[in-house]
């Protein structure tokens, strides 16, 4: 089992910045694919980014492309989410997502991943 708790959401004005951490415990994620999805009101989770059990390989939904960066620290059992030109679009609750698959073309997929955390607010306000 691992849990993960994500921290440092809030609110912040468009063009502004963020970054988000998600703590593991339980396991090392050393052995897991890393990944944030996200959930505005009345929408779907969808898919942020995620990051290869190495960090070696990274990948961005198109709509954060160039804006956020996924970042792992396997030593501390941490990942993070930077989030930078802010719109009011980015505007939901931020899931932290470990998942055991080996299809990196699988990645964008909620069913890929075998735990989740609770979740960050995150408002961009216009």
């Known amino acids: 089992q691992v849990q993960l708790v994500e921290s440092g959401g809030g609110l912040v004005q468009t063009g502004g910045s963020l970054r988000l951490s998600c703590a593991a415990s339980g396991r090392t994620i050393i052995t897991y694919n890393m990944a944030w999805f996200r959930q505005a009101p009345g929408k779907e989770r969808e898919f942020v980014a995620a990051?290869?059990?190495?960090?070696?390989?990274?990948y961005y939904a198109d709509s954060v492309k160039g804006r956020f960066t996924i970042s792992r620290h396997n030593a501390e059992n941490t990942v993070h989410l930077r989030m930078n030109s802010l719109k009011p679009e980015d505007t939901a609750v931020y899931y932290c997502?470990?998942?055991?698959?080996?299809?990196?073309?699988?990645?964008?997929?909620?069913?890929?991943?075998?735990?989740w955390g609770q979740g960050t607010q995150v408002t961009v306000s216009s």
């Open positions: 997502a470990a998942g055991h698959f080996s299809n990196w073309s699988t990645r964008e997929n909620r069913g890929s991943y075998d735990y």
């Open positions: 990051a290869t059990r190495n960090g070696a390989l990274t």
